[in-house]
């Protein structure tokens, strides 16, 4: 009894991942006394909700088999255009909205690229990529995107409510929130309906073009809420800030089962990607260790979280001679039956 519900724990989307954040956790506590220190415990929260909340706009987006390389960029034009609003003069308000607007407009050009132009999404991402941050080096050669007077703004990253730092509440809120959405309404159904069979999808009525238009927006979006809360954060804006960004996303997705070929993800699994490659992270820094091995990390994560994960899922399952459980993504037709039910 013990081995079937060891081997059907392992059969559950995420268990990987579960595994992998406590090894580490346990690793770099034994390396550092001072790792499991509440401070230590909070830097690894707020450094972890940045890739976290673009993981999460990443995971809608491969559910549905597309791929969205332009959110690092346009997280760091997102911090660069709400920095300088400020610097120029701007209210905390119009900071804010001015860099949502960022994200707003880059998901839009995406996904109308994508599902009404034809182009594939790499194609189309890796394009808006290079346009969100060459528009930033521009806009920082023009003017020093920091010195910028606003309690308000510095607030949302670095103040504290009931003694829990203001971006883990935010980022909390949207795991619960967008997890919901993913799965208990006819747009989450949608979604993956999308992503398990675009054809069949579209035969059976559902508006997949509005879908991936619509994932893509979300995406963006939440790259730019990323942005603003990291310039609150760092209270100011590097030229380069945001690249590498887009593969973190992707590897906290995918390191919590999120399918690369769509059809199969959860926020709430991504949520503890985020937080395994943030756990590495700070305890890459207090070991002093080079910080490109932490982008070596980054990598093997996209390579070795499919290898491991598929593995360890297929030899559970043939040992328990059954199928995945219910849980995880339904089959076609139930997904087609709800998604008609809620489009």
């Known amino acids: ?42 830097n690894i929260l707020v450094q972890s909700t940045f890739v976290l909340i673009i993981a999460i706009g990443m995971t809608f987006v491969l559910i549905t088999g597309g791929i969205d390389l332009s959110v690092g960029s346009v997280l760091g034009l997102s911090a660069g255009i709400s920095v300088l609003v400020l610097v120029d003069g701007g209210g905390f308000l119009l900071a804010v909205l001015a860099g949502l607007a960022v994200g707003l407009g880059f998901g839009l050009l995406n996904g109308i690229l994508i599902a009404k132009a034809g182009i594939n999404d790499f194609i189309a991402t890796l394009a808006t990529l290079g346009i969100a941050g060459g528009a930033l080096v521009l806009i920082a050669a023009e003017k020093p995107l920091t010195g910028f007077e606003s ?20 980022a909390a809120v949207m795991v619960v929130g967008l997890e919901l959405v993913l799965r208990r309404t006819g747009f989450g159904r949608v979604v993956f309906a999308v992503g398990i069979n675009r054809e069949a999808a579209h035969l059976s009525g559902l508006n997949v073009d509005r879908t991936r238009i619509a994932v893509f927006v979300i995406s963006g979006v939440l790259a730019s809420v990323s942005g603003i809360l990291l310039a609150s954060r760092l209270s100011s804006v590097p030229p380069r800030l945001g690249q590498g960004f887009e593969l973190q996303a992707i590897a906290a997705a995918v390191l919590a089962g999120t399918s690369l070929a769509g059809g199969r993800g959860s926020v709430a699994r991504a949520a503890l990607g985020a937080l395994f490659l943030g756990a590495v992270n700070v305890g890459i820094q207090l070991e002093q260790i080079d910080t490109a091995w932490y982008q070596v990390v980054v990598g093997l994560s ?5 290898v491991i994960d598929r593995s360890v899922r297929e030899l559970a399952l043939s040992r328990m001679r059954m199928h995945v459980p219910p849980d995880t993504t339904p089959a076609m037709p139930d997904v087609l039956a709800g998604a008609k039910e809620g489009r």
């Open 302 to 306: 996209i390579v070795g979280a499919m």
């Open 1 to 42: 009894m013990s081995s079937n519900r060891l081997l059907r724990f392992f059969s559950t989307e995420g268990a990987t991942i579960g595994i992998l954040l406590v090894g580490v956790v346990v690793l770099f506590s034994i390396l550092n006394s001072s790792y499991l220190t509440s401070e230590n415990i909070e």
């Open 151 to 170: 309690s308000t703004f510095s607030a949302l990253a670095n103040d504290k409510v009931v003694g829990i730092p203001l971006p883990v509440i935010i």
